[in-house]
């Protein structure tokens, strides 16, 4: 059974029309709303732009319940549906079409960025609404939802790449849209060039997966063709290492870069400069999701490498550590949860590291729900307190919050991992599927980071609604709930997050494990890689781990609680502990932006300069010696043409001119030399004859 | 015994008066001078050609050349000399070079002549030749004849016009 | 040599064809140098008739020099009018006086 891959490629593709709308109809809305946004902002008002902006993606979610639905009446082995819109690259053994496939994974994110974007989308309309480069905003925002759709409906690599690429972009646009500050148009580019490098491993990876697919005889960069193909590679060397290994490690570092793990996580915090809906869409629903989804869309390849699931798991649980120790100490609430996404990510990519692809996927699902619903509720509060972040300045918002409040508990609830909220059961998946497949030391980690999550939610919670409000006089009387077109996703949003838990009940705790089902023909491909061993036996540990969990998530909640509500223990002695070094650290994101610039930044600075030294003095240098030369040449040709050449040709005039001279004399006009000359012949000739 | 010829003693008179006219033509200093003295050369000449049995030649060497050409030349001699200037100018110049020319001339054409080699032929009698020429003329060289007349035609037509510009200019 | 043949008629020729020469060659009078042009003809008449008498069975030599007689006459009469024409155009007739056409 592990030989050949999985069933679904296997059968009939159903083939449609309709799928290109999905990501089409948010490219329409962008390219309008680009080009003549100014104008209909101005003649025909805010309204009309939100209007198209918000319908486009909310379009496409019914078209995409619909792809849905029609995926759901087929057989569970042949849930795959295509959508060939155009052939792009045939060129020698690389052929490449536009078209868009739907399979039980990628009609479960279309879903989340149509949907959850849609929520965003109808939000930001409240919260930009006196922003006067409104259009601008909603014609990036469609146009990212436009790559994020071709970055999980694409049919093979390359679409994915152009996706992948064009969400980079509209992050870079989004997060620096107030550009006239330095600082925000800063964090845009830093957002795009860390991204940046993470896609140069993506790109690394993508064509040694070509050539080496080439090497078996099977050059493609199809999703469905690598998956049936990708067995031959077990042995494939490349350069002395396995080739598949070296894939699946250069895909990791883009996906690093997309999904901010360690090492390239430093431009999320940073993205924060954008509006908040921004970050609630890119930042936790969509775009750091896709190096997910790419590890689950290649997932054969990560099951050829034990090394590199091991490190992505790794790497996973110390980022997600590693991010909650910081969160526990920021001020700001945006950059509390920015940290703390970095930190959900890395759970997510626990789960792909040790094999458990559907329970990655399952709290990505979760996780931009209840995430998406932080942020935009985030939002409101900053919204209200006409854009103040610093939490130390809020405080008793629920009074005259209660909605945003309570859509901001029941998310919290849902990230600390309490159940029966969606948050406990796909992070507590996620750790049984670690400890079962014996990764200890990443599960330890796992569960520290996510004790770490329910305090400094918490946190965030009290010193945001609890206790007195610490705002000033002014602020405190503009205080009032956000209207509608925020409340209401805000609600939808906490809805989700309570009971999307459901959808994948363990069978531990008598469910039917549904999401896993549905993903399985995707993402299941073979018993003994990864750990799958849940769903078939239940164990007495798994109930011990799952008491434990919670245990340790209350444990976090009673110290937030007792720490920023009751006061019983005083916050205010957390940096003098152990001497202030410890928390000056962490409060300092340990440095890591410092050593970052020290290191990486000004060694590219430097390489600049040495290549621009190059450049001026060697090349340019070439160059001017090369023209150099060829003035030399021209001058000695100048000289051989001035004194040789011509030198030739007045001589030739000259001898003419002297030989003509001497010989003019022989016309003398005297008739007796004239005489001479013809007897002198004449007589010549006789004696020549004679002799 | 010799048979005693007159031919010898003639021809050896003719010879001596033809080349000392030559000569004279050659080294007068007077061009009257040198004028009779070609006179002499060519009666001397037409005997010669009388030797020859070249009877009509000799006739027509007397009219022509003696009769008209040599008047013509004396009459040229006096239209271009000033009356009243005794000595005619007549000046040689550079005879040593021409003597030197000359004489190398001189041997080569007298060894080609006396070296010999020529072709002879059985000679005959002196015959009269002016009924068999005027038939050549009329027969073998009629084209040379009529072409000749042309050139003196040609002469003629020129040397009037030669003379009529002359005048022109003169009176223009 | 008292028998009188063809070479005696030949060396007379050339020896006034020498005289001739010497006429061209050094005269300084125009007319003088036509004379020795006369001269030359003539010693070439006498070459033509000698030939013919001592060489040939035909009249051959007798026609030519007929006809060098003839051109002969047409020669000296131009001649002689250019003459006069140079006596009119530079009011002497010796040669040397007549170098315009020097280079």
Known sequence: ?691 | MSEFSLFPIVFYLLAAVTVVSALGVALSNNIFYSAIALMGTLIGMAGMYLMLAADFVAVVQIFVYVGGILVLTLFAINLTSRIGDVSVSNRSIGRLPALGLLGVAAVVMLRAVVGGGWNLVDVGAAVPTIASLGNAFLTDYILPFELASLVLLAALVGAVVLSRKELKEEHG | MMEIGLTHFLVVSTLVFLAGMFCVLTRRNAIGILMGVELILNSANLNYLAFSRYSSVTYDGQMFAIFVIMLAAAEAAIGLAIVLGIYQTFHTIDVEATDTLRL
Not at chain 1, 339 to 356: D, E, H, I, K
Not at chain 1, 444 to 459: P, Q, S
Not at chain 1, 489 to 506: H, S, Y
Not at chain 1, 559 to 581: E, I, W
């Open chain 1, 1 to 691: 059974m592990h030989e050949t891959a999985h069933v679904a490629h296997a059968a009939a593709i159903h083939t449609v029309t309709y799928l290109r709308w999905v990501p089409l109809l948010p490219l329409i809305g962008a390219v309008v709303n680009g080009i003549g946004g100014a104008w209909i902002q101005k003649n025909l008002g805010k309204k009309v732009i939100g209007g198209i902006a918000c319908a486009m993606p909310l379009i496409a979610f019914v078209l995409s319940v619909r792809a849905f639905v029609q995926l759901m009446g087929l057989e569970p082995a042949e849930r795959v549906i295509l959508d060939n819109v155009f052939p792009w690259i045939h060129v020698g053994t690389l052929n490449v079409d536009v078209a868009f496939l739907l399979d039980p994974l990628s009609a479960v994110m279309i879903l989340i960025v149509t949907g959850v974007g849609g929520l965003i989308h109808i939000y930001s309309i409240g919260y930009m609404s006196e922003d006067p480069a409104y259009w601008r905003y909603f014609a990036y925002l469609n146009l990212f939802t436009f790559a994020m759709l071709t970055l999980v409906l694409g049919d093979n690599i390359l679409i994915m790449f152009v996706g992948w690429e064009g969400v980079g972009l509209c992050s870079y646009a989004l997060i620096g849209f107030w550009y006239s500050e330095w600082a925000n148009a800063s964090a845009g580019s830093k957002a795009f060039l860390v991204n940046r490098v993470g896609d140069f491993g993506f790109m690394c990876a993508t064509l040694l997966l070509f050539w080496s697919l080439a090497d078996v005889g099977h050059p493609t960069m199809l999703f469905r063709e690598i998956a049936q193909y990708a067995p031959l590679l077990e042995h494939h060397v490349f350069w002395g290492v396995g080739t598949v290994t070296l894939v699946t490690m250069l895909m990791f570092v883009g996906a690093t870069g997309k999904s901010a793990q360690i090492p390239l996580y430093v431009w999320l915090p940073d993205a924060m400069a954008g509006p908040t809906p921004v970050s609630a869409l890119i930042h936790a629903a969509t775009m750091v999701t896709a190096g997910v989804y790419m590890i689950a869309r290649l997932g054969i390849l990560f099951d050829m490498s034990p090394i590199t699931g091991t490190a992505i798991a790794t790497v996973g649980a110390v980022t997600a550590f590693f991010a909650a120790t910081i969160a526990t100490t920021q001020f700001d609430i945006k950059k509390v949860l920015a940290y703390s996404t970095v930190s959900q990510l890395g759970f997510m990519f626990v789960a792909m590291g040790v094999g458990a692809y559907s329970t990655g996927v399952f709290h990505l699902m979760t996780h931009s729900f209840f995430k998406a619903c932080l942020f935009l509720g985030s939002g409101s509060v900053i919204h209200v307190m006409h854009h103040e972040q610093d939490m130390r300045k809020m405080g008793g918002l629920k009074k005259w919050m209660p909605y945003t409040y309570a859509t901001y508990m029941l998310s919290t609830l849902a990230i600390a991992g309490i159940p029966p909220f969606s948050g406990f059961f796909s992070k507590d998946d996620i750790l049984w599927k670690a400890f079962s497949s014996g990764h200890y030391i990443v599960w330890f980690l796992a569960v520290c980071a996510a004790a770490m999550t329910a305090f400094y939610m918490f946190r965030s919670v009290y010193m945001t609604f609890d206790g007195e409000c610490r705002a000033d006089d002014h602020t405190r009387e503009h205080l009032h709930e956000s209207p509608l077109s925020m409340t209401v996703p805000l609600m939808i949003l906490a809805g989700l997050a309570t009971v999307a838990g459901f959808l994948n009940v363990p069978h531990a705790l008598f469910g039917n494990a549904g999401f896993d089902a549905w993903l399985a023909p995707v993402l299941e491909h073979g018993a003994e890689h990864g750990a799958h061993g849940g769903g078939h036996h239940v164990e007495a540990i798994e109930y011990v781990l799952m008491v434990f969990s919670v245990a340790v998530a209350a444990a976090g909640i009673l110290v937030a609680r007792a720490m920023y509500k009751t006061k019983t223990l005083s916050a205010d002695r957390l940096p003098d502990l152990a001497g202030g070094k410890p928390y000056r650290t962490v409060f300092n994101k340990y440095y890591v932006d410092e050593v970052y610039d020290a290191t990486v930044i000004r060694g590219t600075l430097a390489l600049a300069r040495v290549s621009g030294w190059f450049d001026t003095n060697v090349v340019d240098g070439i160059v001017n010696g090369a023209a150099w030369v060829v003035r030399m040449v021209s001058e000695l040709n100048g000289l051989i043409d001035h004194y040789i050449v011509d030198g030739a040709v007045n001589g030739v005039a000259a001898v003419t001119s002297i030989v003509g001279g001497r010989v003019r004399r022989l016309q003398t006009g005297n008739i007796n030399a004239y005489l001479y000359v013809a007897v002198i012949a004449m007589v010549g000739m006789m004696v020549a004859r004679m002799w």
